[in-house]
């Protein structure tokens, strides 16, 4: 199992309330060129949480920081005249998510850090401060 240092959480970039799933995603991903969804989870709007990418395989999410990280999106993001960025997080997203995070803090490394991938690009991804937010995961 390759090391996993940290967890990067994106949105789909979609707009609020749009339901979208792994197999959407993996057509868009393979249009750009990859061989598959970039991310390893994604979490639906429900709170539903979809498989990706294998873990065991760096994911195609965040530039040059793949090879030590698993990639989390949630569904949604944008506003939904698509406008601007927005956090669409619903209650059903924002626990899913954090029950992901600590499960994997505890599969596989208890001094995971958790990002968004503005911290490592000039982009809105994930329209939030998880940064922040979860610091004290
Ligand atoms: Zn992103």
Request: net charge positive; glycine share 8%.
């Given at each position: 199992?390759?090391?996993?240092?940290?967890?990067?959480?994106?949105?789909?970039?979609?707009?609020?309330?749009?339901?979208?799933?792994?197999?959407?995603?993996?057509?868009?991903?393979?249009?750009?060129?990859?061989?598959?969804?970039?991310?390893?989870?994604?979490?639906?709007?429900?709170?539903?949480?979809?498989?990706g990418r294998s873990i065991k395989k760096p994911g195609a999410h965040t530039?040059?920081?793949?090879?030590?990280?698993?990639?989390?999106?949630?569904?949604?993001?944008?506003?939904?005249?698509?406008?601007?960025?927005?956090?669409?997080?619903?209650?059903?997203?924002?626990?899913?998510?954090?029950?992901?995070?600590?499960?994997?803090?505890?599969?596989?490394?208890?001094?995971?850090?958790?990002?968004?991938?503005?911290?490592?690009?000039?982009?809105?991804?994930?329209?939030?401060?998880?940064?922040?937010?979860?610091?004290?995961?």
């Amino acid at each position: 199992m390759r090391k996993i240092n940290k967890i990067v959480i994106h949105c789909t970039a979609t707009p609020e309330g749009r339901p979208h799933d792994v197999a959407d995603i993996t057509r868009w991903h393979k249009a750009r060129g990859f061989n598959t969804i970039g991310y390893h989870f994604l979490i639906h709007i429900d709170g539903t949480i979809e498989r990706g990418r294998s873990i065991k395989k760096p994911g195609a999410h965040t530039r040059n920081e793949n090879q030590d990280s698993i990639g989390i999106a949630y569904v949604g993001g944008m506003t939904k005249d698509m406008s601007k960025a927005k956090d669409t997080r619903t209650t059903a997203q924002k626990d899913s998510l954090i029950k992901l995070m600590i499960e994997l803090i505890y599969k596989y490394n208890a001094d995971m850090q958790i990002f968004g991938h503005k911290d490592f690009a000039n982009k809105a991804c994930p329209s939030f401060n998880a940064k922040l937010e979860y610091a004290n995961l």
